[in-house]
């Protein structure tokens, strides 16, 4: 690796960017559309042609209650709308960012959090979990968040190296001294569509969840 590439990693690694409007309005109703009739037919249930968040949200607390959320979740990532449409938008925009043609998608998902939700995430970095050593770590809101809602806590000055990571209680890698980290993280809320592009060292976590429905989002990791 030559001084310019390695620059290049250097800054990447750091990277905070949003994007605005990175999905359309109808591309969310699509991907919401689909993750309500992926409840529905887990549950042995007639498929809709439309839905919104407030029906979204009042049929994932009939799926959360009788315990079939887990098979739907694993079923986003084949979720067509998910795979025609939002997988060729991250690849296309990641390239540009990287400056690599050879980026490969590394993880996908939906994530949901409740004010009573579990999955909360502590500050800490992307790479302990990350083989690639060259990734970016992309969030995209489904919805408006606003504070309290489950955005996120991203670090005020990124610390731009692997720095040390310790186990919590679900067994989630955590950076230590999450006091310490606590007051050197700004909440950043969200519009519906908006795109945030972390890279592998920003130290980052969810923001507090008190207030409002449940929080979705897509996650998804690309790397080499």
Known sequence: MNWEENMSDINVSKKILTKKKFLSQSIINSILLEVHNSMLFKNNKKKINKTNLTDLNSYYKVVKKNKSWSKI???????????????????????????????????????????????????????????????????????????????????????????????????????????????????????????ITLGKYVQHGTAPKKLGSPRWACIIRVGI
């Open 73 to 195: 979740y694993d079923d986003f990532k084949k979720l067509k709308t998910i795979n025609n449409i939002l997988v060729p938008k991250i690849l296309t925009y990641s390239k540009k960012i990287l400056k690599k043609k050879n980026i490969k998608i590394i993880t996908k998902g939906l994530r949901v959090i409740e004010k009573s939700s579990t999955r909360k995430y502590p500050i800490h970095q992307e790479y302990p979990g990350i083989k690639s050593k060259k990734f970016l770590v992309l969030w995209i809101a489904l919805h408006n968040i606003k504070s309290l809602q489950g955005g996120l806590l991203i670090a005020k000055n990124v610390i731009n190296k692997p720095l040390p990571h310790m186990l919590d209680k679900r067994k989630y890698c955590i950076l230590k001294n999450q006091k310490f980290w606590k007051k050197r993280v700004y909440e950043k809320t969200f519009s519906s569509g908006e795109l």
